[in-house]
């Protein structure tokens, strides 16, 4: 006789970069123990890998996880966990007067993520001469770290990948027709003021998080702290 399955509940959510819905169920006790093995290793790109593998499996593959930007993957993971283990996570946060790390309740349900007008990724690079900028995808993000590349050539890669298109005047030129080297080429033509216009979009790209507030046990100073990342929700 076969063993009773059990019914599992279904959410919907829509995706950050994209403002699609998508349905989606908690993850069950199979999933969690990838997640657990993850986090022991501490190792990041093996934490990616088996938040993308849960996602995939809580989706049922409708959507593509290679191609979410890191913060469409912290935003459905927060909501798979709120769904799954419980709505509230308990955080270490310093107090910005004395420092003392308070423990705070956050309500993983109220985790959002504020995207950028259209607008606000274009860059003006001169009168004539600018870029449309993308968010890199998590299989960009995963494909770069793994590379052999020093540094500061990861750093260059990911700007590059973040390039959706290039304009002067009213020619436009798509990246995807574009080499990884010819767009390197275009970065390194850049000068400082130009490169960090493009460098300050990649440094604040956008990230799952929320704002909560906290009376330091400590010195009773009164907090309010946004957290956001994956890193500050299960620190």
Request: glycine letters at 2%; a negative charge.
């Amino acid at each position: 006789m076969a063993l009773p399955k059990l019914d599992t509940p279904r959410y919907e959510m829509k995706i950050p970069s994209t403002a699609k819905k998508v349905v989606y169920r908690p993850y069950l006790v199979k999933e969690e123990k990838i997640l657990m093995l993850a986090m022991e290793s501490n190792d990041q790109k093996q934490m990616v890998r088996a938040l993308k593998d849960v996602v995939n499996s809580c989706t049922e593959g409708l959507i593509n996880v290679d191609e979410l930007t890191m913060f469409d993957l912290e935003y459905v993971f927060m909501q798979l966990r709120s769904k799954s283990s419980g709505e509230t996570t308990e955080v270490n946060v310093k107090c910005k007067s004395c420092e003392t790390k308070n423990s705070v309740n956050v309500n993983l349900s109220k985790v959002d993520v504020k995207v950028p007008k259209t607008a606000e990724l274009k860059i003006k690079l001169t009168d004539k001469v600018g870029v449309v900028m993308k968010y890199p995808s998590v299989n960009d993000m995963i494909n770069v770290q793994d590379s052999n590349d020093n540094e500061v050539n990861k750093v260059f890669t990911i700007i590059a990948k973040a390039i959706d298109s290039i304009y002067s005047g009213d020619e436009i030129f798509d990246a995807k027709e574009q080499s990884i080297d010819e767009l390197k080429d275009f970065i390194d033509s850049l000068n400082t003021e130009q490169f960090n216009k493009i460098k300050n979009f990649i440094e604040n790209m956008p990230s799952a998080g929320t704002m909560i507030s906290f009376e330091c046990s400590n010195c009773s100073t009164h907090n309010d702290v946004e957290i956001k990342g994956l890193a500050n929700f299960f620190s």
